[in-house]
Nanobody
Framework: QVQLVESGGGLVQPGGSLRLSCAAS????????MGWYRQAPGNQRELVAT???????NYADSVKGRFTISRGNAKSTVYLEMTNLKPEDTAVYYC???????????????WGKGTLVTVSS
């Protein structure tokens, strides 16, 4: 019943900016950490950034200083502000969240379907 939906992807020029959004919905009790991963064609999925429920953040070295992850006040949304985008940032970006549902005592990791970011001139 849990669903994560990303939005905000698209085509941008090198040096441009985009903001990705992800909203979690369903039979959610609590959400712990949330994050963003990405996967370029032919590559494995890699971590981009994570944020805990307390607001602690971590970033991949390749995006430090350019990307900012944040969460909404309700803690059921996560954002990724991307600036100074480079062609190598081109990938499908996936939202994830560690969630305890209303019908389970276990925390599980859920994934969105992804949103495509293309950086090209």
């Amino acid at each position: 019943q849990v669903q994560l939906v990303e939005s905000g992807g698209g085509l941008v020029q090198p040096g441009g900016s985009l903001r990705l959004s992800c909203a979690a919905s369903g039979s959610i009790d609590t959400i712990n950490a949330m994050g963003w991963y990405r996967q370029a064609p032919g590559n494995q999925r890699e971590l981009v950034a994570t944020i805990t429920s307390a607001g602690s953040t971590n970033y991949a070295d390749s995006v430090k200083g350019r990307f900012t992850i944040s969460r909404g006040n309700a803690k059921s949304t996560v954002y990724l502000e991307m600036t100074n985008l480079k062609p190598e940032d081109t990938a499908v970006y996936y939202c994830n969240a560690d969630i305890r549902t209303s019908y389970s005592t276990m925390v599980k990791r859920y994934w969105g379907k992804g949103t495509l970011v293309t950086v090209s001139s």
